[in-house]
């Protein structure tokens, strides 16, 4: 799945009908961030002050996507949208500077935090892709928080298990679908990331964001003494 020996190919059809293929390579990284780093966004995105709002998961099944087939009774997560059309939505984006960096992102178009609550079955709410007029060389990236037993299935047939500090990085066009959990785990947890890599980046881009952090995680350790 991750290995950059064997790169898969997907086959994308435009509006005139012809066909172009691109990388179809999913890519696995376990503990992707630091372990402090982690916790800090890990604990800001658990806590009873960090914002959620109540939306469905994909809608109503368009009739020109077969794979979509909700329950309207199921289609419910809570999301909190950090950055979307250009505009940044939320505080948490300014929190994610080294993570950038770590991903040698270029240009994003959207990053959505969903949390999935626990149900007494798996459910999977339907293949998609997230940005289907997005060009070919963009990528989406699902990181999870928190390790259940959810999971994210490909169209392509690969499926990975939902473990926290895990990023898992594909073609934006390759259809996928999340899954709830049904272990002990409240919820699933996950951030989704829209976005291009850059060729390189400098570390000076994201040298502030990191010193904020770090300020934020020691005040954070002290207000937990006291």
């Known amino acids: 799945m991750n290995s950059n020996?064997?790169?898969?190919k997907g086959t994308l059809t435009l509006?005139?009908?012809s066909n172009v293929s691109f990388d179809a390579t999913i890519t696995v990284q376990d503990n992707f961030l630091d372990k402090k780093y982690f916790e800090y966004l890990k604990t800001l995105v658990l806590s009873p002050e960090f914002t959620w709002n109540m939306s469905v998961v994909l809608g109503p099944p368009p009739k020109n996507n077969p794979f979509i087939k909700n329950d309207p009774s199921n289609d419910i997560q809570f999301t909190h949208v950090?950055?979307?059309d250009h505009n940044i939505l939320s505080d948490f984006y300014n929190r994610l500077g080294p993570m950038f960096r770590d991903m040698q992102l270029y240009?994003?178009?959207?990053i959505k935090i969903n949390m999935l609550p626990r149900q007494d079955k798996f459910i999977e709410h339907g293949m998609h892709v997230d940005y289907p007029e997005a060009p070919l060389g963009n990528l989406t990236s699902i990181f999870y928080f928190n390790t259940n037993n959810g999971y994210t299935k490909f169209a392509t047939g690969e499926k990975v298990?939902?473990?926290e500090n895990r990023l898992v990085t594909f073609p934006v066009h390759i259809?996928?679908?999340g899954s709830t959990n049904t272990c002990g785990a409240q919820g699933r947890c996950v951030m989704n990331i829209n976005w291009s890599k850059a060729l390189g980046t400098p570390d000076s881009i994201t040298d502030k964001a990191?010193?904020?952090w770090q300020e934020n995680y020691k005040i954070q350790k002290i207000n937990e003494k006291t």
């Open 175 to 177: 259809p996928h679908t």
């Open 15 to 17: 509006e005139d009908g």
């Open 5 to 8: 020996d064997d790169i898969k």
């Open 82 to 84: 950090a950055y979307a």
């Open 161 to 163: 298990e939902s473990v």
């Open 107 to 110: 240009n994003c178009m959207k």
């Open 210 to 212: 990191r010193e904020k």
